[in-house]
Structure formats: C-alpha cells, structure tokens
C-alpha cells in the first residue's frame, strides 16, 4: 500500500518559469514531510522539510506547501534552471507517533529546458 | 557530500555469489537505513538500525540480511545472487529514526 503518492511520473518545464512538483499521502498520522532531488547514479540529496505544524517552508528558490487538510504537498521551485533536471522525491514520517523510517513517493523525472 | 561513505562504488559479481556492502553513517547518526534501487525505481525500503538493533524491516529478501556495528557501521549481506538483484543500493543515515536522511552515493551492483 503505497502510503505517499507522486501521481506524475514526469514534468517539463521551460527555464525561467516556475516547476509545482505534487504529493498526495494518506496516512493522517504524517507529521513530517520532505524532498529529495536525485541525480542519475548518485543518492538522494535532502533538499527542504515541512513539519504539520507550518502550511508553508522556503529555501531560496524552493518552497514547500502542505494543505493538510487534503493531505497534499507540493513543491514550488522557482525560477527553473536546466540544473534543476533531477528526479524529485516526497517522503513522509509519523514523527509523534514515534515512527521509525520515512516512506517515500515514487518520484518525479523534471526536466528543464532551456 | 551528506557525509555517508558507501563502499564498494562498484561490484560485479555472478549469480549464485554473495556480497557485502559497506555503509558509514554521518558523525553523530545513530541510525541507518538500507534501500534497493532498481532500472531507475523508486526507493525500496529494506530494512533499519539503530543503536545496533534491528528497527524495521521493508521488502528485503531472506537472502539478504544486514547489521550494524558497535562503531555503528553497517553492513547489509546478499547471498545467493540472482540476476535480479542488480541494482543501486543506498544507505542513508539520520540522528533519530523517522527524522531527515541522508543518504551515501550507492554501490551500483551487477549481477552476471
């Protein structure tokens, strides 16, 4: 039961203009969310966290928005750049509950044109 | 760089063979994760430490097992190797379980 969802397996976007990285998840017990950017044949590299208790986290050009209420996250990066092109991950951890491990989404190809 | 060393970067072995992947933590984390990449997968959870003990398990096949050390180091096994379990192995680490990971480059695995 795949717990954290990235509908979208893939996403182009023109350089300059704004990329909206999306993640559904279903456990409400998700206290604690965040992305990683991964590169071909290299790890996951953390790049921004939001905790339950904020709506909303930034970091330079990256953003992070959480709505709750429709257990939905997504990540706002703005501008593009062709650097950003990069598989993009949602992960989720049940903090309060004492959780052990993240659960990720499958992840997202961007591309950035230029 | 996270800090977290994986080693070997490369391993190409055949069937049947078994392997030892080697993972140091970031100074400071006490738990430490292992995942299965596979033909540019999502992250299989297979299994967590902490402290030394056994945390939790994901997917992970009889055939594998893992440990930590008292140093904290760990080490995840694969035995009887099939072409199948080709693929990015990451170790990522976090201070406490459930809090940010970070994650080493991989050991890339070839099963011939």
């Known amino acids: 039961d795949q717990q954290v969802k990235q509908n979208s397996p893939s996403l182009s976007v023109q350089e300059g203009r704004i990329s909206i990285l999306n993640c559904d998840y279903t456990?409400?017990?998700?206290?604690?969310f965040l992305w990683y950017k991964k590169y071909p044949a290299e790890g996951p590299t953390f790049l921004i966290s939001i905790s339950s208790i904020k709506d909303k986290n930034e970091d330079g050009r990256f953003t992070v928005f959480l709505n709750k209420s429709a257990k939905h996250l997504s990540l706002h990066i703005v501008p593009s750049q062709p650097g950003d092109s990069a598989v993009y991950f949602c992960a989720a951890s049940a903090l309060g509950t004492g959780a052990n491990n993240l659960f990720f989404g499958t992840g997202t190809r961007l591309t950035v044109i230029p | 760089d996270s800090g977290v060393t994986q080693t070997p970067k490369h391993l190409i072995t055949a069937t049947g063979q078994r392997v030892t992947l080697r993972c140091s933590p970031r100074?400071?984390?006490?738990?430490v994760y292992w995942y299965q990449q596979s033909l540019d997968q999502g992250l299989q959870f297979l299994i967590q430490y902490y402290n030394g003990e056994e945390r939790a398990k994901g997917n992970i096949l009889e055939r594998f097992s893992a440990q930590q050390f008292p140093d904290l180091h760990s080490e995840l096994n694969l035995s009887s190797l099939e072409l199948g379990d080709s693929a990015l192995y990451f170790c990522?680490?976090?201070?406490?379980?459930?809090?940010?990971?970070?994650f080493g480059p991989g050991t890339r695995l070839l099963v011939l």
């Open positions: 100074s400071g984390d006490l738990s």
């Open positions: 990522a680490s976090s201070v406490n379980p459930g809090e940010t990971q970070y």
């Open positions: 456990n409400s017990m998700f206290d604690y």
